[in-house]
């Protein structure tokens, strides 16, 4: 089959820094910090800011009001009664930053869709936008994005990106719908008459202030506080901050919007986002993404919801089938239900179907290893795409060696537990030096897009950098059917 291999890498690049806070734990540490802060004059504080701002102002779009966040992080800890200028307390703020290369090890795992706004492309042209996993220091990971076109004649273009990358506003008083919140309390093992309290003085619809009410006035109605209800409070305010809302400024570009974990399900990193642009049954536009939140002990699926890839919300996903890695979304709804694939079992793909997209049960395995080059696992490789003979399926798999390759399945559009079609032989493996990196002998993939006849496929090299290659669908799906 023809590959065609794009002139476009996607490489770690380890100039493009956030601000993170740079707090040591112990607080007789913070004390003597700030001490020393306080011990200078005016002019030695004026002095030592200007020192700072020569050498970092440029590296970040306003770094004064990331000092003062991270000052007013601290400032419990300040041991004076008088007033602070605005400049010592931007020097405090600066003694607990630090900066974070978002993408100093890796830039990998892409996933690719049509750009919500595809407002002055030329005629058989497309604007997308492209998700990739940023990985740096500590192997945290955190979701970046790029833009670009699909030109009419297939060639791929890249936006430039900006060397500025910024954090969204975590918006502080977030919303929760009450079934879903109940439902996933319930899975984590806490059916118990204290849910049931605190819920029940809720709305159907409530924000996070309002879950501090109520877990107030549940604190202060209990003659005693047993270690049931103590571990459900705790619970269900740690089930609010995994889900959050998040918001850029529309004046950022597309590359300098940057999703860095947010709750502490998340501490170690956000894995493998695959991003889908979802058309509800009255032509409604949603761009989800499932993605992977690790703390460094324990996984937690997630889901994404954004209309523009400027507003976007985050939840956990709820249901029995919610386990493991590699969940996709289908496109649309089939027979009036959301389809899902997943791999529970970390070994075979499996489908399953539901009429909320947070809730999730009863997967069926459609895929098993067939094939010597997928026989230890196979995964799915971003959700499917709709092709006239099917749903096109991209499929990883793991072979002798832990090697990695990308194969291709075709489903049934009506029925998508069955299989139409499968790659006897990969349709893309790591070669040359695409398969040195931080995973040698890797290609991976989050998601494709397919533009008129076209298969483009973003794809990861090694779990370190990330390319391009696009395929003639026409020959793919002949492949897949047999014809």
Same mark, same amino acid.
Request: hydrophobic share 40%; glycine share 6%; with cysteine.
């Given at each position: 089959?023809?590959?065609r ?5 996607l ?8 601000i ?12 003597t910090?700030i ?13 030592e ?10 590296r ?8 003062l966040?991270h000052?007013? =992080? ?9 007033? /602070?200028?605005?400049e ?9 930053s ?5 993408e100093?090890?890796a830039l ?5 869709v ?9 005629e058989?042209?497309?604007r997308f936008v492209?998700s990739?996993r ?6 945290i ?7 670009g ?8 273009h890249?936006?430039?990106?900006s ?10 008083n977030?919303?929760y @719908? =009450?079934e879903?919140? @109940? ?16 819920l029940?003085?809720?709305e159907?619809?409530f924000?996070?202030n309002?879950? @501090? ?5 549940? @604190? ?5 506080i047993?270690r049931?209800l ?8 740690? /089930?609010?901050?995994s889900n959050y809302?998040? %918001?850029?400024?529309? =004046? ?5 919007r ?12 956000i894995?493998?986002?695959?991003f ?21 002990r324990?996984?937690?699926p997630q889901?994404?919801?954004t209309?523009?890839?400027? !507003?976007? %919300? ?11 890695k590699?969940m996709?979304?289908f496109?649309? %709804? ?11 079992d970390d ?9 909320d997209p947070h ?8 895929l098993r290893?067939a094939?010597?080059w997928?026989?230890v ?10 092709t006239?003979?099917g749903?096109l ?13 990308i194969?291709?399945? /075709? *489903? ?9 079609? !499968? ?7 790591p ?15 989050c998601?494709? *897009? ?8 973003p794809?990861?090299?090694?779990? =370190?950098?990330?390319a391009?290659v696009?395929?003639?669908l ?6 897949l059917?047999?014809?």
């Amino acid at each position: 089959m023809r590959l065609r291999r794009h002139d476009v890498d996607l490489l770690p690049e380890s100039s493009r820094v956030i601000i993170r806070p740079f707090i040591p734990g112990d607080t007789q540490r913070i004390t003597t910090i700030i001490g020393r802060a306080l011990a200078l004059s005016e002019e030695e504080v004026a002095r030592e800011l200007a020192g700072v701002k020569s050498e970092f102002d440029s590296r970040h779009f306003d770094i004064d009001s990331l000092l003062l966040q991270h000052f007013n =992080k601290v400032v419990s800890h300040v041991f004076t009664q008088r007033n /602070l200028s605005r400049e010592r307390q931007l020097l405090i703020g600066a003694l607990f930053s630090g900066e974070y290369a978002l993408e100093s090890a890796a830039l990998f795992n892409p996933s690719i869709v049509p750009h919500p706004d595809q407002t002055g492309v030329e005629e058989g042209a497309l604007r997308f936008v492209m998700s990739l996993r940023a990985t740096g220091e500590g192997h945290i990971s955190s979701i970046e994005f790029r833009s670009g076109r699909i030109h009419a004649d297939g060639g791929i273009h890249l936006d430039p990106v900006s060397r500025f990358v910024t954090i969204p506003e975590v918006m502080p008083n977030p919303s929760y @719908r =009450k079934e879903s919140f @109940r439902t996933k309390l319930v899975e984590m093992g806490f059916d118990n008459e204290w849910t049931t309290e605190l819920l029940d003085a809720l709305e159907d619809d409530f924000t996070r202030n309002d879950l @501090r009410r109520s877990i107030k006035t549940l @604190r202060n109605g209990s003659t005693s506080i047993s270690r049931d209800l103590q571990r459900t409070l705790e619970c269900a305010l740690w /089930l609010a901050d995994s889900n959050y809302e998040l %918001r850029f400024s529309e =004046k950022l570009a597309i590359s300098e919007r940057i999703i860095f974990p947010v709750s502490a399900n998340e501490s170690n990193g956000i894995e493998d986002a695959r991003f889908v642009r979802f058309v509800e049954e009255d032509g409604s536009v949603m761009y989800y993404a499932t993605y992977t939140a690790y703390n460094g002990r324990a996984i937690l699926p997630q889901l994404i919801e954004t209309p523009d890839f400027l !507003r976007f %919300r985050v939840l956990t996903l709820n249901g029995r089938a919610v386990q493991n890695k590699g969940m996709a979304l289908f496109p649309r %709804r089939i027979q009036g239900n959301y389809a899902m694939l997943s791999r529970q079992d970390d070994e075979n793909v499996l489908i399953m179907f539901a009429n909320d997209p947070h809730h999730w049960s009863e997967p069926e395995i459609v895929l098993r290893p067939a094939e010597m080059w997928e026989s230890v696992k196979i995964g799915n490789c971003g959700s499917p795409m709709e092709t006239e003979a099917g749903w096109l399926v991209l499929t990883h798999g793991v072979g002798p060696m832990r090697k990695y390759c990308i194969g291709a399945a /075709l *489903l049934d559009l009506e029925d998508p537990t069955r299989v139409i079609g !499968r790659l006897k032989r990969p349709l893309l493996s790591p070669e040359g030096n695409e398969r040195e990196g931080y995973v040698p002998n890797v290609v991976y993939s989050c998601g494709g *897009l397919i533009h008129g006849r076209t298969l483009v496929l973003p794809y990861a090299m090694s779990d =370190k950098a990330s390319a391009i290659v696009s395929v003639p669908l026409d020959d793919l799906l002949a492949e897949l059917t047999g014809s």
